[in-house]
């Protein structure tokens, strides 16, 4: 029997798991979220999941592939702060000669061309599994805060504790799975919720 996203809407125990309280809210509504992007990638042909057929100049597999390097980028932060994040001087840049880094961020939003939607999804499944390992971790202390990394969509100096930034991977999450379902319905009429 194949899912559908209204049962994933309903199933609230599934989705919860056996965690009670707010790691089970966390769980039930990220992996809800999860769930509606993926419906906008699957059954899309590879040219399909490229396709950029809005304003945006977003495909839908770039989308996915965005939201799984920044759920794996915010998990990483829960555990280690902005321990692996590079040290760049923001206000020095040269924006005719970006960094490495920052062209580097731009491909998160681009499937290449050894990039499949089958190896997309599956690398969905695999940070999904490891975030949703890290939220059940009754060791992963909600309350503990962290220093942002600097980025230029940070305020300079700023703390995100562990709590705000796992709501920042359902707010990611949820947001670009409505842009990608906008441009899933452009594609070939498809939406999440009709």
């Given at each position: 029997m194949t899912t559908t996203p209204m049962d994933l809407a309903t199933s609230s125990s599934t989705l919860r798991g056996d965690l009670p309280g707010e790691r089970g809210d966390l769980l039930e509504t990220l992996r809800m979220h999860r769930g509606f992007l993926r419906h906008t990638l699957t059954g899309l042909s590879e040219e399909q999941a490229r396709a950029t057929p809005t304003a945006s100049a977003l495909s839908v597999?770039?989308?996915?592939?965005?939201?799984?390097?920044?759920?794996?980028?915010?998990?990483?932060?829960?555990?280690?702060?902005?321990?692996?994040?590079p040290q760049i001087d923001w206000e020095s840049i040269d924006w005719a000669n970006p960094?490495?880094?920052?062209?580097?961020?731009?491909?998160?939003?681009?499937?290449?061309?050894?990039?499949?939607?089958?190896?997309?999804?599956?690398?969905?499944?695999?940070?999904?599994?490891?975030?949703?390992?890290l939220v059940a971790n009754a060791d992963l202390d909600l309350d503990r805060t962290w220093v942002l990394p600097a980025m230029p969509w940070f305020e300079?100096?700023?703390?995100?504790?562990?709590?705000?930034?796992?709501?920042?991977?359902?707010?990611e999450t949820a947001q670009h799975s409505g842009h990608a379902d906008i441009i899933r319905e452009t594609i070939d009429g498809q939406t999440t919720m009709a």
């Amino acid at each position: 029997m194949t899912t559908t996203p209204m049962d994933l809407a309903t199933s609230s125990s599934t989705l919860r798991g056996d965690l009670p309280g707010e790691r089970g809210d966390l769980l039930e509504t990220l992996r809800m979220h999860r769930g509606f992007l993926r419906h906008t990638l699957t059954g899309l042909s590879e040219e399909q999941a490229r396709a950029t057929p809005t304003a945006s100049a977003l495909s839908v597999g770039g989308i996915v592939k965005h939201v799984v390097a920044v759920e794996k980028q915010w998990a990483d932060f829960c555990v280690e702060g902005a321990a692996g994040a590079p040290q760049i001087d923001w206000e020095s840049i040269d924006w005719a000669n970006p960094p490495e880094m920052f062209l580097e961020f731009q491909q998160q939003f681009v499937l290449g061309p050894d990039e499949t939607v089958e190896g997309t999804l599956a690398a969905y499944d695999e940070v999904a599994a490891a975030t949703d390992a890290l939220v059940a971790n009754a060791d992963l202390d909600l309350d503990r805060t962290w220093v942002l990394p600097a980025m230029p969509w940070f305020e300079k100096d700023g703390i995100r504790s562990v709590r705000r930034s796992l709501y920042q991977i359902v707010a990611e999450t949820a947001q670009h799975s409505g842009h990608a379902d906008i441009i899933r319905e452009t594609i070939d009429g498809q939406t999440t919720m009709a």
